[in-house]
């Protein structure tokens, strides 16, 4: 039986027409290894940007069904010129929106979860030889609602479509050349993995590394879909390639370091040291839709019997979580200020092979004591040990990290864009 | 029981978001008013260009297939747009497109012909107080393929819209003001027309006159829908309404004078004089859909036992016709040339007066003659005469024509927009 490769491109990799055609060569060279092809694409550039401008000239608050609608053809103009583009090379190609295809969604707007995946449509075009283009991020409910799945959407139309057709490997094809030990716009000698586990991704992810929305990642687990990140413009190069812990030899503690500049730290100060009281803020903070990353809980002061209660949000959640908290206060009989610092940054090492080697932890203390570099918080799990540090210092944390754990490249990574602002 | 409304709105009546806010406004007063609206419109200014001009990059032929996925988007970004604007002013809307409505056509592309219209979402959604946007334009087969509908086919769509939902009355929204009795951009006083037949409006838009698509026409007639033309930025004016004609009193001869500047006369000179040589070229021709309009066969000459069979078509097909006539020649046994003569004009007077009123081809001859202008060929039905012209004379033709039959305003039409080539 044939093989099916499902392969996906991001609205940068299919911008121009030119753009497009490279595409539809990459498309074609799969197709000629005798694999099935079905090719998930994102919208052309900056057209989603271009949409929600002219939404926003409209309404202060466009509906969410509205914005779907209106954003959901961005991926209607692509794939339909990526199918072109490919039966200009002489190969057979067909289009299908979300709603063709029946990527079946919740019935929520703007961040939708798909439910199920129709295949039948899809089989049978794969059987008569054709290249399939599909739309990523939309779907549609079973009422013929269209949806879109949110950030990292197209990523997720892609493993999910992996996942339903029982694909060989999810292709998501980038303007990166893969996962790299930390981000090379810092560190310009990180070298790129070829390989990681879903879980160190997932931690990675999290750490504020954007190569691929942890959603993404979580789906291509959970159906045991291997992922491969590589360029579209650099084929030479297979970036790296994504599965499970289980598949992969560990011969390394740590995969790479990351961090993260969009968190802010709170400190709910002199709160009684009764039970519940966490709970009451965190039950709050989740109904109000308010990811908490970090959570410290100081020991408890004997003779006031109250302690301190710190956690870190995503600074764009900041005003609610004010609000929220302002609310809750009395009602928690919290005596203290609420404390707000959105001077920090966390800094994080992640790798599957650091469960059964000792010493990892103080290693990464240690770096950052003899860099004279404070720890505000430190928080870890099975495969990751974060730090949180004052803003200014993460760079300096993360390259030090990076070259005291061994994962510099020889060569210097060929990176474009912008150095983030560490 | 409430009525319904169905109004359209073309490209360059939402070409820019201040534009759509404009037709928000023109929605919300129609639902003011007391009725249920549905809207229909087209995509946005030159998207379509847009799109056709990437799609021509990617491929000289594209497929009709996904150059309808590629169109029906344009739709697409209109009709949310629309409905937020809508919204934004504090009414209920929701946007459909062709497939979430069921606007279900014939498995064609770029010329669809729409079977059925399902009414069951817009009925429902109507009751529920909502206005409702739909995407003109696109259909969708029963297999869910999307299709196009070609040319005027924004108009064919709202008109079908009105026809299914048993609509009072269909209102196309457009650049200009109505119908009116000639082409104002070629004599400044022609004057608007407050009503015309279905029959008289689709003699004159064959004739040449550019307001509406004769086939949202035919559908008007065939399904007993009233239709207004009107402008969307003139909004005192009432414009044009089209019914029929058992519903109007025929108070004017002739309705209007139209020049139609794209046809090309073609003769095949010394054809046999025998039955089913007429046939013969005119089934070739249907074959290769050239539409053929003006036919004339002159009387046998008595010695040669020949004659000469003259037709118009659309000069787009002049090339295809010319080799269509070439293979046909010797199997009709032509002796002759086939003569082409490109620079013509048909010009026309339309009236469901002229039924019952006997003089006026005689007035339409004798008005030429006294111009000295020499008439090449006549064609009528019971509401037109035709005369075919040297293509430099249309003008004074149309002035002409225009004054004789009494159908000057008082008022200088206000036009934009360049003077056509005659």
Do not use: W
């Amino acid at each position: 039986m044939r093989k099916v490769i499902v392969q996906k491109f991001g609205g940068t990799s299919v911008s121009d027409t030119d753009k497009i055609k490279n595409v539809a060569k990459i498309v074609i060279k799969e197709k000629e290894n005798g694999n099935d092809v079905v090719v998930v694409v994102s919208a052309m550039g900056h057209t989603t940007d271009y949409l929600v401008k002219m939404a926003k000239e409209l309404s202060p608050m466009p509906s969410g069904r509205e914005m779907d609608m209106l954003l959901s053809t961005g991926e209607g103009v692509s794939i339909a010129l990526l199918a072109m583009a490919i039966q200009a090379q002489g190969y057979e190609a067909v289009s299908f929106n979300a709603m063709q295809v029946g990527i079946i969604t919740e019935n929520v707007h703007s961040k939708a979860r798909i439910i199920n995946i129709k295949t039948d449509k899809l089989r049978q075009n794969l059987k008569e030889g054709k290249i399939i283009v599909v739309a990523g991020f939309q779907g549609v409910t079973e009422d013929g609602e269209i949806t879109t799945l949110g950030r990292g959407g197209s990523d997720t139309s892609a493993v999910a479509l992996a996942a339903a057709l029982n694909a060989e490997r999810c292709d998501i094809y980038t303007d990166v050349e893969g996962v790299y030990t930390t981000d090379p716009r810092v560190v310009p000698n990180a070298s790129r993995l070829e390989s990681i586990s879903y879980e160190e991704m997932l931690e990675l992810a999290h750490a504020g590394a954007n190569v691929l929305h942890p959603r993404s990642v979580e789906t291509a687990k959970q159906f045991h879909v291997p992922l491969r990140v590589r360029s579209s413009f650099k084929l030479d190069n297979l970036g790296t390639l994504i599965l499970g812990v289980d598949k992969m030899e560990i011969y390394r503690p740590v995969a790479g370091v990351a961090a993260d500049l969009s968190q802010t730290r709170i400190v709910v100060c002199d709160v009684p040291d009764k039970p519940g009281v966490a709970a009451k803020i965190f039950s709050k903070l989740a109904k109000e839709h308010i990811s908490v990353d970090m959570i410290i809980q100081s020991y408890a002061r004997k003779i006031s019997n109250t302690n301190d209660i710190a956690f870190t949000i995503d600074t764009n959640d900041l005003p609610k979580t004010v609000t929220a908290l302002e609310e809750l206060k009395s009602e928690i009989g919290a005596t203290g200020d609420i404390q707000v610092d959105e001077n920090i940054a966390k800094v994080s090492i992640v790798g599957a092979g650091m469960i059964d080697r000792p010493g990892i932890a103080s290693t990464m203390f240690e770096t950052l004591a003899d860099l004279n570099i404070n720890i505000r918080m430190i928080s870890t799990s099975e495969i990751k040990i974060s730090c949180l540090v004052d803003k200014d210092q993460a760079e300096r944390a993360v390259k030090a990290l990076h070259k005291v754990f061994e994962l510099e490249s020889d060569e210097v990574a060929d990176v474009k864009g912008d150095l983030p602002n560490v």
